[in-house]
Each structure stands twice: as structure tokens, then as C-alpha cells.
């Protein structure tokens, strides 16, 4: 699915944050991606894939307030937007390019000296799926996942029956939406559960208890099917899809930090 682009509507400067305009092109097909860069005193980065239609400022992640909590913490971060969306170049298509889009945020951080060792990717729902599927192929230090759903279809009947359409309607149409990714994106369709027994590093895996579109049973899987021991995983209780941060911002960042010192 094409993805509509949003404007940008804030920026870090509403947080009182130190930070740097940033573009670098997208890994193989050298699309021009552009973010911001808040610089911080720890050695390590914190990359954020915001997800769906969303932009580097993800209203349901609540993107720079989470960055101004993690900089305080001492972590960099760096938001930038997916191909099609924000200010990226490019068209935006839904769960497409998490090779060459993430792969090119990860090779600017390595030009400024960072060693993949320090680099964490931090996903939201598609963007978690995406930054799973990334790292399934290349290493980093750490990867976080917020409402990553376990796979493709089962997402797509939740995302259906959220607006009204009956989930056996939407079941029909998954075999021709396969075909459809495959001729007109160039895309095949994977499965998070697919792939994260390839992650090498460690996970931490965070469900919004409330969450419409992935179950703690399945977050659980995704946990078990990894087979890290130093995987983590956390549900955050009363909130909902990816709403964790805003729901209890103190408790959210100390678990993200707490995990990351922990591991990297």
C-alpha cells in the first residue's frame, strides 16, 4: 500500500533539544532519507523506525518527547523519515526497503564513527517489523520492539476489523494481496516469526496491554522463538497499541535504559 506523506508538524526544538538537520542516502538505491540527530554523552545511538504512515515525529510512539527522555538518559538518537514519507525522498510502501532505508541510517552512523556494537534500532508496529526483518541480516548492538506484530496477515485482519471490515472479508483478499506485493512492489511478504531466531542480538520486546493488533501470547512467541538469553520482554499495563511511552513515560524509559545498559 502507497503511503500518504504528512508533513512535518513539530520539532525538537519544542523540547529544548540540541540537534542537528541530517540527510544521507538510502543503502544501494541512494534515496535521500533526512532526520535529525540529538547528540548526547554516551557512546552509544538509539535509530527510531516510526511506523505506518507515520513520520519521523510518530503521534502514537510520541517520538520527541521519548528522545528528549532517552538524551537526558545520555543517549543519541537519531529520528529520520522512511522513504515517501515526511521530508525522504522517494515513495513510501508499506513494510518495504527495511534493507536499503534502515541499512542507510545504520552506514551514515557508522561514517560518524559509530561502531554497529553502539548502534540500538528502536521500532514502532510496522517499524518494528521493518527493524526486525534489518536486523535478521545485519548486527547491531541491540534491538527494541514496540508492538511488532508476529505476522504479516493476522495484522492486516486486525488493522481491517479496527475500521469496520468483517476479518473473514479480509482473509479472501490475503492470497491476492501476496501476488499483489510481489508484482507491483517487487516485494515478498515475511513474517517477523519467520525471521527473529536470525537476530544475533539481544531483543527487548514491549506490549501495550490494550494492544488492538498484536497479543501478549504473541509477543510472547516472538520471545520464545528468538531463544536469546538475553532477550527481554515487558508488557506495559493500561495503555494500548504503542502508546507506552505516553502512557507512563518514567517507568517506559527506565526499562528501555535499564535493558540497554544491560546489554550494550
Not at 540527530?37 to 554516551?42: C, D, F, I, Q, S
Not at 525522498?89 to 553502539?118: F, M, Q, R
Request: hydrophobic fraction near 40%.
Amino acid at each position: 500500500m502507497t503511503i500518504l506523506r504528512i508533513p512535518l508538524q513539530d520539532s525538537p526544538q519544542s523540547y529544548g533539544l540540541a540537534y542537528e538537520d541530517v540527510s544521507f542516502p538510502s543503502r544501494f538505491d541512494e534515496v535521500l532519507l533526512k532526520g535529525w540527530l540529538m547528540p548526547a554523552e554516551k557512546d552509544q545511538v538509539i535509530v527510531v523506525v516510526n511506523g505506518g504512515y507515520q513520520n519521523r515525529i510518530d503521534d502514537s510512539g510520541a517520538t520527541l518527547g521519548m528522545t528528549a527522555a532517552l538524551v537526558a538518559e545520555g543517549y543519541n538518537v537519531l529520528l529520520f523519515d522512511l522513504r515517501g514519507r515526511g521530508e525522504s525522498e522517494g515513495t513510501g510502501n508499506s513494510l518495504c526497503h527495511a534493507e536499503e532505508d534502515i541499512g542507510g541510517a545504520v552506514d551514515y552512523l557508522k561514517s560518524l564513527g559509530y561502531g554497529t556494537e553502539d548502534i540500538c534500532i528502536m521500532g514502532f508496529c510496522s517499524g518494528a517489523a521493518l527493524s526486525c526483518f534489518y536486523v535478521s541480516r545485519n548486527d547491531v548492538g541491540a534491538l527494541i520492539l514496540d508492538g511488532c506484530f508476529v505476522r504479516v496477515s493476522t495484522m492486516v485482519v486486525r488493522e481491517a476489523e479496527d475500521v469496520g471490515v468483517p476479518g473473514f472479508l479480509t482473509w479472501i483478499f490475503i492470497p491476492g494481496l501476496r501476488i499483489m506485493a510481489g508484482v507491483v512492489y517487487d516485494f515478498e511478504l515475511i513474517n517477523p516469526i519467520d525471521v527473529v531466531a536470525d537476530i544475533n542480538c539481544p531483543i527487548l520486546f514491549i506490549h501495550e496491554e490494550y494492544d488492538a493488533f498484536t497479543t501478549t501470547e504473541e509477543t510472547n512467541e516472538l520471545y520464545r522463538v528468538s531463544g536469546n538469553a538475553q532477550d527481554e520482554i515487558c508488557e506495559v499495563i493500561g495503555t494500548e497499541h504503542s502508546e507506552g511511552f505516553l502512557s507512563g513515560p518514567e517507568e517506559y524509559i527506565e526499562r528501555v535504559t535499564g535493558f540497554l545498559e544491560r546489554v550494550m
